[in-house]
Structure formats: C-alpha cells, structure tokens
C-alpha cells in the first residue's frame, strides 16, 4: 500500500515534470530570456492579459488604463466613449446581436449572430476596423474585409460600450515595431501562419465558403488583434506566442509581406506555379510555336 | 610583267588545287579518318520545311540553354543539407539556421552577379523544355510520325518526356525552400504508399527516413548528373535515328513514300536553325529577366514542422498533384496492412499506366488498323479521326487533372467554395475524355468533308450564250492559294563531282 503510494507519487512528479518541464523551457525560450526585459515578458498563461505585465491603473478608479511591455502596448478604451458607443452600437450593430449585445437567435438557431459580452476590445475594433462588421452580407459564411463604414475612433467607441457591459480582455494593441525582430518573424510566420495564408501572404480559399484573407494590406494593430483574439476559422494565439514573438510576425509581415524585396521581375501575381505554369506554356513555348510558325513553310 | 609571277589570285587558287586549302586539309583527314562520306550525308541531310518540324528543336535548344545555365548554377549552390546561420543579404532570414543548400541557392540568388537571372532562366528554360517535349509528342502522334519502322524513336522521345519529368523534379527540389521540401516530402509518401516494397524503397531512396540527411546530395548527383548524361545520350540516340531513318514529310506535290523534300542541312538549315537556337534562348532571357519564378527567399527554408497552403508543384507535375487532390480517401486497413488506394492509385498506378500506353501504343495501333507497312509521308489528323480522337481525349484528361492541382487557386481567385470546385474537377475529369472524344470526331469527319478549307473561294463567272443558257464556269483559283514550291532536284550520291543543283535549297534524297 504505502510502496504504490509512492510510486504513485512518483509518477505524479515524473509526469508534472515532463509535463511542466518543456513549459518552462518553452517560456524561457520564447522569451527573451536573459535579457534585464523578462520582468515585462507576458506568458504562456497569461498573453495579451495583464497578469504579469506593465500595468497602468486610474490612480481614481483602479480600473486597469493600458498594459503590456516593450513590445505590444494594450490600451483600453476610454470610459468616456461609452455613451457614444452605446448610441453607434445601436445604430448599427443591434438589429443583429441586440440591443444587449448578447446576440439574437437568428429563425431559431442560436449563435448565428453571436454574443459579444466579454469578448474584450480588441475584438470588437478588429471586426469594426476592418469593415466586416456592420457585415455587407448577414448570410454570408464569412464576412469579407470591406472599406469600414465606421471610423477607427467610432470602432473604439462600439467597443468601449461592449466592454462596459462585462469588462475583459485583450485591450486594443499597439505593437512597437522598433523591438521586433524580422527574421525571427519570417520563421514563426512560416510555422503558425503560412498553413493557411500561405508562404506569401496571399491567402487562399480553405473550404467551403471559408478563407484565409490576404494579409497585403493590414495594418500592424490589427495583425495582433487577430493574431490575439482569432477571428472566425482562425485560431486564437495566446499561449503559444509570447508578445515579442507576435511583434516579430507583425514586423514581417507590415514590411516583407505588404513591401516584399523582391527582384526576378514580375511577380505573377503571388499564384505560385499555376501561373509560372500558365506563361511557361502560353508565353514561352507559345511564343516559340509562333516563331517556327513564321520561319517555317505552311502548306 | 613576266608571266610567271604566281602572285596573284587565280595563280593561288590554282596551286591550291581544286578544293582549295580547307579542301586539302579536309582530304588529309579524310585519307586517315575516311571523313568525307559520313561528314557527306550529314550535310545533305534532308530537313522538311514545315514549321511543325521546329517544335523538337525548341525542345533541343531549351535544353542547351539548360546545360549551360545549369553549368553556372554548380558553381555556387552547394549541395549539403548541413546546417548553417544565414548572413546574407536577404534581412528576413538573417539569424535564422537554414540548410547550405538554401543558403546557397539564395546567396547565388542575391550576392552572385546574374545569379538570380541564371536561375530563373534555368527554371524557364525546364518549364520550355517539358513543354516542348509534350507539343512534338502530340504533333508526332497527331500526324502518324511513330509509325513503322520509327516505333524505337517514340519509345525513346517517351523515356526522354519521363526522364525530363523526374529531372525537374529533382531540380525543383535542390534549392530546399518550404515549398520544395513539401514536395519531397509528397514523393516519399508516394514512394511509401506502394504495398510491400513501398518502405523499403523509401528508405532505400533517402537513405533513411524521411528527411534524412542524404536526399539533397543524391538528388543533386541525380540532376546535375546521371539524368543530364541519359538525356544527352537518348538525345544523341534520337538525332542518329532521326538521321538514319530519314524525316517523315507531309504529302505534297513531288513527295512519296520514296523520297524526303527540304532544305539540306548544310548551308541552309545550319543557318536557319542556328537562329532558332538564338531565338529560343533569347526568349528564355526574357522571361529570365521579367518574370519572377520560384522566390525561394520568400518561402524560406524547409524544415518538416512547417507548411505553407496554396502549394503546387511545376506544371509537368501538375497531372499528378490533381490526380492526388481529386481522389476519394479509399485506403484498406486489415490484417496489420494498409494499403493508401487514395495515393496509390492516382500517384503511382495512373502514371504508371499513362506513359505504358504511350509506350505501347504504336503497338496498339498496329494491332487494331492491320497496318504493317512502312510510312514516310505523314496523315493530316482530320484524316484518321478515331486515332486523333484519342489524343484529344487524353489530352483533355490530362488537362483537367492539371487545372484539377489548382482547385484552391480557382476557388480563391473566382471566391467560388472549395468543396464544390473539387467535386466539379472531379466529375470534370471523368466525363471531359468523353465529351471530346466524339466531338474531335465530328469536327474530323468536317474537316474531311471541306475541300480547299481556309482558301479563299474563287468566283463562278455565270455567262449567258446567245441561245439563252446560263453557263457557270469556275474562275481559276488564285495563285497565292496554288501550293508554290519549287521542283526537287536529285541529291546527289556522296561525293560525284559537277552534279551539283544549280539552285540551292530545295532536293530530293533517294532513301
């Protein structure tokens, strides 16, 4: 009894400790560990949350102002955007997810528009900022980026509304791009991103009706946003890259994804070798064929 | 001025002797080597005018075009799949631990002046070279060319498609970027899915599992190699039947079954087809200089953790990646065996049985027609309607299963839904043989039926004759429509001096 008591305790350690053991490797990995910034480094546990990072509070209210470290600043939205939001949100976004923002059940079905409380800021901005919300196309499988109809400061203030009702996170971020690093950006782009938005950036057509839009034209806050809080099909990154590691991606991608150095010509269009195909054939050996056409007899 | 000074031109010319210096030299040679009578039928070597005759040579000259490129490429790409920090000048992978043959292939691409150039000229150049490949192929089966007695030269032109296949192939895989190394990762897996030699053969290829260490070198030693001196050697192989047989010809005035008409090789189609060479790799420079093809640097290095989606392969290996796409997932798993039908099957059995039909069908076509007899002038496809059918049909197969290995491109670019573009590829590629089938028929049977098709008509000139009677008489056709050529002379046999044609260009060879 008391030797399978120890074993079992045994195993327990063995197994927290394999368990654990590469957690804390990973952590310190994947921070910048070491170097006199860890203090500020956010976690595995605890990313884009202001656990363990740089808080700033309301020194009058203790409600928590911005957070974060040298790599990705979170700010909360002003209180005082609350009313204006309220007004916006019903304007615009209520005849869908309600004038509680909790989201309607569409002819039954629950969860076709969704419930927003607590779903933080940076959500919020993120769909209103890019234009997929108020949506174009409420049937639609997945919104599509358009020309937002709200401005960025209404954006926050729809947010700041939504958050009022059940504050949390994460903030609206914004990434300070003279820390990241570009290269290790363009390696953990290649590992958790280029799976469906492929190598380029371009993004591609992922199932039925879904798709990985094409990251060409974003701008840098709203690559964390998404990258944070993972907007419909996408994952939700929050334990497994650390702010720095999420600053890095964003600095590869607002400059060699949207700006790439890329010399050799004329791209073709980033469609890879379906179009290199096309104008190997069409354009190369069609060429040829003319050509032999015209030194050659026809009859 | 006395008589026997010897300085002047006529009085050189006539110490020289008939043939003059190079003559002289030249029968020296011949004295020892017996020169004159190969080096003879060489350059009366009889080339048929016909443009469609010219789509070889793209072929020939892209692969020239190739070697030498391909020559200064070896010269800076290292073939190592030993890790190394990259510092060049490309700053998104400055730091990060790559293979040297990445960074190799991207420092060529960046530090080696017109490395980038050479290298994508490369990669035109192959994308030409298979093309080319399959146009001649098509126009050799299209008119009839691989009849007898020219089987052994289509069963060489389809081991030279095949072997022009895998090289690139292996070409495509040294540089070891993401989207390469996926598709080295898709052949051991194919290699893998064949039942009971499939791991062995795996691991016999790549030394071990996959990645392994030795992929890179062997492919390397493969592509810059072994492959090449094949292909130059069935190339070789091919010109030395091409010459000993003698060219088919279209049917046309003073053409037979006996006789080959055209422009000799020597000075005519040496001039001509030296420009073509001169064309072809201009063309590929261009495309080189203004087309972006394959930026490594973007895909990054390969490592087995990382993929990128919207990967496909060259476009000759595009039959196979759609085949792979469309296919149902139907595996067997009993018995402590699976079998992955889902990959056997259209990556190994379909290609398989494609290119042994093109290997046999000469033998196929023999057995249904009845036709053992010798053929030099050609058939226009509209006249054997069943056989250019059949080419059509797969060619069409072949076509879809290629637009088939871009569904998500198709789906992304048309915002059409993934799932019913793959089941529309799927029913495509099933039914498209059969719906060319009998309408490449059809369009034959017209063809046959037109006469003069795409001349211009001529007038019927209706005149009324003094009794009252309308005559219709057909005005004479117009003489741009009159096939002009000029009447073949005799070649004449090896060396028999004064029997040379008063006009260059056009002879006839007896066979």
């Known amino acids: 009894m008391t030797s399978s008591l120890v074993k079992r305790a045994a195993i327990f350690t063995f197994a927290t400790l394999v368990g654990v053991g590469p957690l804390i490797v990973f952590a310190s990995a994947s921070g910048a560990s070491g170097s006199p910034h860890t203090a500020y480094q956010t976690t595995r546990k605890n990313a884009g949350t202001p656990n363990s990072s740089k808080v700033t509070l309301n020194p009058s209210t203790g409600v928590v102002i911005s957070y974060g470290n040298k790599y990705i600043t979170y700010n909360a939205p002003s209180t005082a955007l609350v009313t204006l939001g309220q007004a916006l949100f019903l304007q615009n976004c209520a005849s869908c997810h309600g004038t509680e923002a909790n989201g309607v059940p569409a002819n039954g079905t629950v969860g076709s528009f969704p419930d927003l409380v607590g779903l933080g800021p940076a959500t919020i901005d993120f769909w209103v900022d890019s234009g997929r919300m108020p949506a174009a196309d409420v049937r639609a499988v997945q919104a599509i980026r358009h020309t937002p109809r709200l401005n960025p400061a209404q954006a926050v203030a729809i947010a700041a509304w939504v958050n009022s009702l059940s504050p949390s996170y994460p903030d609206i971020p914004t990434p300070n791009l003279k820390n990241a690093n570009v290269s290790d950006g363009a390696a953990l782009f290649a590992l958790n991103c280029a799976s469906c938005h492929t190598i380029e950036g371009d993004g591609d057509a992922l199932a039925s009706d879904t798709f990985s839009p094409s990251l060409r034209n974003i701008p840098a806050f709203e690559v964390v946003e998404a990258v944070r809080t993972g907007p419909a099909n996408m994952p939700r990154f929050t334990g497994n890259l650390s702010d720095q590691q999420v600053d890095d991606i964003v600095k590869y991608v607002t400059t060699e994804i949207q700006h790439p150095n890329n010399p050799g010509g004329f791209g073709l269009g980033g469609l890879g070798p379906v179009a290199e195909g096309f104008v190997g054939l069409l354009l190369g050996v069609g060429i040829l064929i003319l050509i032999a056409y015209w030194v050659g007899e026809r009859q | ?511």
């Open chain 2, 1 to 511: 001025m006395s008589s026997d000074v010897v300085n002047t031109k006529r009085a050189k010319r006539q110490t020289a002797g008939p043939y003059g210096k190079v003559g002289n030299a030249i029968n020296e040679l011949d004295e020892r080597l017996g020169v004159a009578k190969g080096g003879r039928t060489f350059m009366d070597k009889i080339f048929p005018d016909h443009w469609s005759f010219m789509l070889g040579e793209i072929a020939l000259y892209s692969f020239v075009v190739l070697v030498i490129t391909g020559i200064f490429l070896t010269l800076y790409y290292i073939p190592s799949t030993d890790l190394v920090t990259y510092h060049g000048s490309y700053l998104p992978l400055d730091g990060q631990r790559v293979t040297e043959a990445f960074s190799s292939s991207v420092n060529l691409s960046f530090a080696v002046r017109g490395g980038l150039l050479m290298r994508q000229m490369h990669h035109w150049a192959c994308d030409i070279f298979v093309g080319s490949i399959v146009v001649h192929m098509a126009r050799i089966f299209f008119t009839g060319a691989f009849r007898k007695p020219r089987e052994l030269n289509w069963t060489i032109g389809t081991t030279l498609l095949i072997l022009a296949i895998v090289n690139g192939f292996l070409g495509y895989s040294l540089p070891d970027d993401l989207v390469s190394g996926t598709g080295i990762r898709i052949a051991y897996s194919i290699i893998l899915s064949i039942p009971l030699v499939g791991s062995y053969l795996g691991f016999w290829v790549f030394g071990g599992n996959f990645p392994g260490t030795t992929v890179i070198p062997r492919f390397y030693i493969l592509h810059v190699l072994i492959v090449p001196l094949i292909i130059i050697g069935l190339v070789g192989a091919h010109l030395f039947l091409l010459v000993r047989q003698k060219h088919t010809q279209f049917p046309g005035k003073g053409r037979t079954e006996k006789n080959v008409v055209g422009t000799p090789m020597f000075p005519v189609f040496m001039a001509k087809t030296t420009g073509f060479l001169f064309v072809v790799s201009g063309v590929i420079a261009l495309l080189g200089a203004f087309a972006q093809i394959n930026p490594i640097w973007q895909f990054g290095p390969y490592t087995a953790s990382r993929i990128s989606y919207a990967v496909q392969p060259d476009w000759y290996m595009g039959f196979l990646d759609g085949a792979l796409r469309i296919w149902p997932s139907w595996s067997f798993h009993s018995f402590g065996y699976t079998i992955p039908f889902e990959v056997l099957i259209p990556a190994v059995l379909l290609p398989g049985l494609l290119f042994n039909i093109a290997y046999v069908w000469p033998a196929i076509e023999r057995r249904f027609t009845k036709d053992n007899a010798l053929h030099n002038l050609l058939d226009r496809p509209s006249d054997r309607p069943k056989h250019t059918a059949a080419g059509v049909a797969t060619l069409a197969l072949l076509g879809m299963l290629f637009i088939a290995s871009s569904t998500d491109v198709i789906a992304n670019f048309f915002r059409l839904p993934l799932n019913e573009v793959l089941w529309a590829m799927r029913i495509l590629v099933i039914i498209s043989p059969f719906v060319a089938y009998p309408i490449t028929w059809k369009i034959c049977k017209e063809v046959q039926a037109l006469h003069g098709g795409g001349k211009r008509k001529t007038a019927n000139v209706v005149t009324r004759t003094a009794l009252g009677e309308y005559v219709a008489t057909p005005a004479p056709k117009y003489v741009d429509d009159e096939h002009q050529e000029l009447d073949a002379t005799p070649v004449p046999r090896f060396i028999v001096e004064g029997d040379e044609p008063e006009s260059s260009g056009v002879r006839v060879a007896d066979r």
